[in-house]
């Protein structure tokens, strides 16, 4: 559901008489009187005596008076703005959104307010009173809890950017390790939500936490990796026991099916849970999920990314999320080499994309030799912290993996990969140009292979790679 918290633009009077009272919010043209009196308002739907009201008025308040929505929203709006969000916080805001948030059944109202509380956590200052606020933080990561789309999707913006401020990222760790039930929430939404900007964002929240945290990753690579064996089967059903690895999977196919540009996210989560021999385990120990994380990847390197008809200057946009996926499919591929799934014929279309990759990453390296951008020292220093530093990444983790499926090849495979194109002078020239010199014994053993298949295509190869002392 699309829901614009932009406020209706003012009329032309109302800005006039706000102005004329010299009441602006700074150097803005926002009325504090006005202000107030959506915030009293706020106070009015949270204060007692409405507790005390009908169950029938109880049920109304579900649903937020379309007056207070577009003002409330116009402050949704104005939060964006550091002299309002300043003025917000003087005025206690917080405390009054945390009441409605403990209090309203109202997604909307929940939504919106947790929204203006995100606007104002931007702000460095705000960001630091509402972390160390512990009252607000539990409340707050309370609303994770919820069932709301929208609000769930406002939580999570708030929290990345909180975790986001060095200052308090260990808080909000830590918050996050004392409450056990935020991983079932968090795995239930990457699991069963068909909301793709939530799934995003989320997945954000998640690269975000086991970046800051190693100790937070693996209490949740943990959680729920055996279910106990005294526990009665029909609790296991009421309730079910969340995988993260299963759960991450999950969300990334959901948001491959609307948003194939939003994986890096997901692919990133996986690359991280490879850090650690847990995470490995977590992927391949079970053999259906290391089968649907590689079937998943697989299917990603030879439909998704970087394929033959794509230009070589795609690189540079999935240069990230191609990293991280050859990352996880190497680690995979030296861990589960006798699995059913890793069969020979997947071979040769890794080695095909592995080599296009190396061919688009020099393509793309020539053109910013030739670009006409003036070469200053500023320049060259920026260009290799950025593309340049990312190229090398995928570089290197590209090597490793072709250097893990040619230790491994067979000449059945070689033979075919020959007949199929796959292999020929021009792609081996390539691999073994990118692969020498840190992987030459297992270049020096696919030539020997080589040799007994194609004896001319070997000694042609060795002529343009007189590095390569072979016997044959």
Not at 19 to 44: E, M, N, P, R
Not at 115 to 142: P, R, T, Y
């Amino acid at each position: 559901m699309d829901r614009n918290p932009s406020p209706p633009p003012l009329s032309r009077d109302v800005e006039e008489d706000e102005v004329a009272g010299g009441d602006c919010i700074g150097s803005t043209v926002y009325s504090k009187h006005w202000l107030f009196g959506v915030l009293s308002g706020l106070i009015q739907i949270i204060t007692p005596e409405n507790e005390k009201c009908s169950s029938d008025d109880k049920e109304q308040q579900v649903e937020l008076d379309e007056e207070m929505e577009n003002d409330i929203c116009r402050v949704w709006d104005m939060s964006m703005d550091e002299d309002v969000a300043l003025f917000l916080k003087e005025f206690n805001a917080p405390d009054i959104f945390m009441g409605v948030l403990a209090k309203s059944k109202c997604p909307r109202l929940r939504e919106i307010c947790v929204g203006i509380l995100g606007n104002m956590a931007c702000f460095q200052e705000i960001c630091v009173s509402i972390s160390n606020d512990k009252n607000l933080g539990q409340v707050l990561l309370h609303c994770l809890y919820d069932s709301d789309p929208p609000t769930l999707l406002e939580t999570s913006r708030l929290l990345l950017t909180c975790l986001s401020q060095t200052e308090v990222a260990s808080v909000w760790v830590e918050r996050i390790r004392e409450h056990p039930a935020i991983y079932e929430s968090i795995c239930f939404i990457m699991s069963s939500s068909t909301n793709v900007d939530l799934l995003m964002k989320v997945g954000e929240v998640v690269d975000k936490l086991f970046d800051l945290d190693e100790k937070l990753m693996l209490e949740w690579i943990q959680n729920g990796a055996a279910q106990p064996l005294d526990q009665p089967q029909e609790d296991a059903e009421e309730q079910p026991v969340f995988r993260i690895v299963p759960c991450v999977l999950e969300a990334a196919k959901q948001v491959r099916s609307e948003n194939p540009e939003g994986l890096d996210v997901y692919m990133r989560i996986l690359q991280l849970l490879t850090t650690m021999d847990d995470g490995i385990q977590a992927i391949v120990q079970c053999p259906d999920t290391g089968k649907d994380t590689w079937d998943l990847l697989f299917d990603l390197v030879c439909h998704e990314f970087c394929q033959s008809d794509d230009p070589p200057i795609i690189l540079q946009e999935q240069k990230t999320v191609l990293a991280s996926v050859f990352s996880v499919l190497s680690t995979i591929y030296a861990s589960q080499a006798e699995q059913e799934y890793l069969k020979t014929e997947k071979d040769l279309p890794l080695i095909d994309s592995l080599i296009r990759v190396f061919q688009n990453m020099e393509h793309c390296q020539k053109k910013s030799e030739n670009s006409t951008e003036p070469n200053t020292e500023e320049t060259k220093k920026s260009d290799l912290t950025q593309d340049d530093f990312h190229l090398k990444i995928l570089k290197d983790i590209s090597c490793e993996f072709l250097s893990n499926i040619f230790q491994t090849l067979t000449k059945e495979t070689v033979s075919r990969g020959l007949k199929e194109g796959q292999l020929n002078k021009q792609k081996c020239s390539c691999a073994f140009q990118n692969l020498l010199p840190l992987y030459s014994p297992v270049v020096e053993d696919f030539i020997k292979m080589l040799h007994e298949v194609d004896k001319a295509l070997a000694d042609d190869l060795k002529e343009s790679f007189p590095s390569l002392k072979v016997q044959t």
